[in-house]
């Protein structure tokens, strides 16, 4: 309530926006999941749900008091960090994670300067294995506007049953490319 443009909610993600985000095969299957923005936790606990018993959690939560809520939940499988997502790469590299598979994030996007916007994506983009997803949950489309030059257009679906409806958006970071061979090459 006194932060609400950092928050960017005034009600926790209900059980319907919970399982929309957590209930998938990428999920399932990560080895490295990361969220940004878990606030006191709800959708943590949705993602622990799916978790392997093997992977690994990293909670990266900008304010005090909703990253201290966050690491009450406990779960060996969960780091609860209080930092700043732009810090996103500093993080992994001192938790020594060189990559990731999944990225949830509720940061609001829309609310955040465009310099701190484009550097957070750049950020997710870098940090995801290729073939790792980036789902982000969000009521305003800016997200969409900063992921599209690296991620291209995203999946998108509309939950009606949360506080605000909201959508969720999740892209795909594309396998890296084998090298064009140019066709002078090739006519040789
Ligand atoms: C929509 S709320 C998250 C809701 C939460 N996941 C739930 O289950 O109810 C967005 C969260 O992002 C956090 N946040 C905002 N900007 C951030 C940033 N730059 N880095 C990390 N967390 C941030 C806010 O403090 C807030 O907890």
Request: glycine content about 6%; charged content about 20%; some cysteine.
């Amino acid at each position: 309530m006194r932060n609400p443009a950092q928050v960017a909610t005034v009600c926790p993600s209900s059980p319907y926006l919970t399982q929309a985000i957590s209930d998938r095969d990428c999920v399932r299957q990560a080895d490295t999941i990361v969220e940004l923005g878990p606030g006191a936790g709800g959708t943590t606990l949705g993602l622990l749900e799916q978790l392997s018993t093997g992977g690994r959690l990293v909670a990266i939560e900008k304010t005090e008091e909703l990253a201290a809520a966050a690491a009450e939940i406990v779960d060996p499988r969960l780091h609860v960090e209080h930092a700043d997502a732009q810090d996103l790469c500093g993080v992994l590299r001192d938790l020594g994670i060189a990559t990731v598979d999944v990225m949830v994030s509720g940061i609001p996007f829309s609310a955040l300067p465009e310099p701190v916007a484009k550097r957070i994506m750049q950020s997710v983009h870098q940090s995801l294995a290729p073939g790792g997803r980036f789902i982000a949950y969000q009521f305003r489309p800016d997200v969409c506007e900063f992921a599209r030059p690296l991620f291209g257009p995203p999946t998108t679906e509309t939950v009606m049953l949360n506080v605000p409806p909201l959508q969720i958006h999740v892209w795909e970071k594309v396998e890296t490319l084998d090298p064009v061979v140019p066709q002078t090459v090739i006519n040789a």
